[in-house]
Nanobody, 119 residues
Framework: QVQLVESGGGLVQAGGSLRLSCAAS????????MGWFRQAPGKEREFVAR????????VYADSVKGRFTISRDNAKNTVYLQMDRLKPEDTAVYYC????????????WGQGTQVTVSS
C-alpha cells in the first residue's frame, strides 16, 4: 500500500508558475511510475503527466507539453510537477497517483491540491 500527499497548490495569475509536490510513503519501491492528474469543476479527471521511478521516463498530455515538467527525487520518494506559463484553463484540483506495473491502472490517489489560475 502506498500513501500519497500532495502540496503546493494555490492562486496564481495567468503566466505565472507553481510547483506541486507529491510525497509517497509505504511500498513505493514496488511501484513502476507516478502520475499527475487533474479535475476541473464539472469535468472528468484527466491525465497530466507520468514519470517512471527507474529511468525517469516521462509522458505528458498535449495540453501541458512544453509548459509543465514532471520530475522525481527517489531518495525522498517525492514527485514534482513544475507548472510554468499557467493558463486559466489549468485551474483544477491536481492529484497524484501510483502505477504499480506498466500495465496497471493508476491508484492510491492522494487528497488533491487546488490550483487556481486567474486571468
Amino acid at each position: 500500500q502506498v500513501q500519497l500527499v500532495e502540496s503546493g497548490g494555490g492562486l496564481v495569475q495567468a503566466g505565472g508558475s507553481l510547483r506541486l509536490s507529491c510525497a509517497a510513503s509505504g511500498r513505493t519501491f514496488s511501484s513502476y511510475a507516478m502520475g499527475w492528474f487533474r479535475q476541473a469543476p464539472g469535468k472528468e479527471r484527466e491525465f497530466v503527466a507520468r514519470i517512471t521511478w527507474r529511468g525517469g521516463s516521462t509522458v505528458y498530455a498535449d495540453s501541458v507539453k512544453g509548459r509543465f515538467t514532471i520530475s522525481r527525487d527517489n531518495a525522498k520518494n517525492t514527485v514534482y510537477l513544475q507548472m510554468d506559463r499557467l493558463k486559466p484553463e489549468d485551474t483544477a484540483v491536481y492529484y497524484c497517483a501510483v502505477q504499480t506495473t506498466v500495465v496497471a491502472d493508476f491508484g492510491s490517489w492522494g487528497q488533491g491540491t487546488q490550483v487556481t489560475v486567474s486571468s
